[in-house]
């Protein structure tokens, strides 16, 4: 730990260090849990391998956070908003001698987080705090904010790959997925709908999280949501991003590795709750065309994530961990087989748009 001591020392709000350890359950960053005597803090390595501007990514939280702040200033609210922290240098990050960028977070009191959807209240508590996240930030000036993973959701840049992917056929793998490659080139015009209704202006660009898990919201003792936090690809971007995102991870009734498909399929029920937690904070923000396209936009999100998976297949792995040949498949297998219920439900899903308490 003692690099970690040289980055702290870096933070002039942290004195007095009584323990530093290992901390949460991410994949991307490395976390710690600093304990002091008179306050605790999250310090984070930020992996700049797969955030190439830790600069804008650095000014797209402060600007949203102190946004978020300066809107819950006097206000009474059990929502809470992370707050970040200079350097001796004056800025919200410091760089080891080996060039790796670290960040200092205050750390929420009192919260804990959950891996799975347990019930339907959870997913109406989720949905109730990423529609907050939405709202509060409604009047944000979305143009001041940078990419921080360029077309991360722009399903025109990832179809494109996917067709130079199977053109190139690189490591001889089309051939084991040619049920896959029809199932997207069969979808692949529809898929396009909330693009193009974005470049039409019928919908508008918002301040987007982009990565809206379960185990993003912090709730406190009583199961209420305090906190929406991990804002690091918070950037411009449509609300169906985050919505169908939410969807596909607090729906799904089985693992992303499952290879009995049988045991895949949608949670109707988690999804009408969460659809009322959002709706019940956005219905008087988000227009027309935004709330009638949000049940497709489960379907979009978890498309492109198996279109994601189902690439990579293609291109031997080169993208995400994989444990054994063949496990990419398998993941884009369950996304796709999680569309398929979706479009199954599909009815349902759009009678489930009204708002209200479950």
């Not at 949460?24 to 700049?48: C, M, P, W």
């Not at 996917?162 to 529809?190: L, P, T």
């Not at 659809?275 to 492109?304: H, Q």
């Amino acid at each position: 730990m003692k690099n970690l001591s040289a980055v702290i020392e870096k933070f002039p709000v942290v004195k007095n260090v009584k323990t530093v350890s290992p901390f949460g359950s991410g994949h991307i960053n490395d976390t710690y849990k600093v304990e002091t005597q008179d306050a605790d803090f999250i310090l984070q390595r930020i992996n700049h391998n797969v955030f190439k501007n830790v600069e804008g990514l650095t000014g797209n939280i402060v600007k949203v956070t102190d946004y978020i702040a300066r809107k819950l200033k006097g206000v009474s609210s059990k929502m809470q908003v992370l707050q970040t922290y200079k350097s001796v240098n004056g800025n919200y990050f410091v760089n080891d001698e080996k060039g790796n960028y670290w960040r200092l977070l205050n750390f929420v009191e009192g919260s804990k987080s959950y891996d799975l959807v347990e019930n339907s209240k959870v997913a109406y508590k989720g949905g109730k705090a990423y529609g907050w996240f939405v709202r509060i930030l409604s009047g944000f000036p979305v143009d001041t904010l940078v990419d921080t993973i360029p077309d991360f959701h722009n399903i025109d840049f990832r179809l494109d790959n996917f067709r130079k992917s199977v053109k190139a056929d690189a490591v001889g793998r089309v051939k084991e997925a040619g049920d896959e490659i029809a199932f997207v080139e069969k979808r692949a015009g529809e898929m396009r709908e909330i693009l193009l209704k974005g470049k039409e202006g019928k919908i508008p660009l918002r301040v987007t999280h982009n990565d809206t898990k379960v185990n993003n919201v912090l709730f406190n003792d009583d199961n209420e949501a305090i906190c929406v936090i991990d804002l690091d690809t918070v950037m411009p971007g449509y609300v169906h991003y985050d919505f169908g995102d939410a969807i596909r991870t607090f729906t799904n009734n089985a693992g992303e590795d499952e290879k009995d498909l049988s045991k895949v399929s949608m949670n109707i029920e988690y999804y009408k709750a969460f659809a009322e937690g959002f709706l019940s904070e956005t219905n008087d923000v988000l227009n027309e065309t935004e709330i009638k396209y949000l049940p497709f936009s489960a379907r979009l999100m978890t498309y492109i994530i198996g279109l994601r998976f189902l690439t990579d297949f293609l291109d031997g792995d080169i993208y995400y961990k994989t444990k054994y040949p063949g496990h990419n498949l398998v993941r884009a297998r369950v996304q796709f087989r999680l569309v398929e219920s979706m479009e199954d439900h599909f009815e349902e899903m759009e009678q489930g748009m009204d708002p209200g308490h479950p």
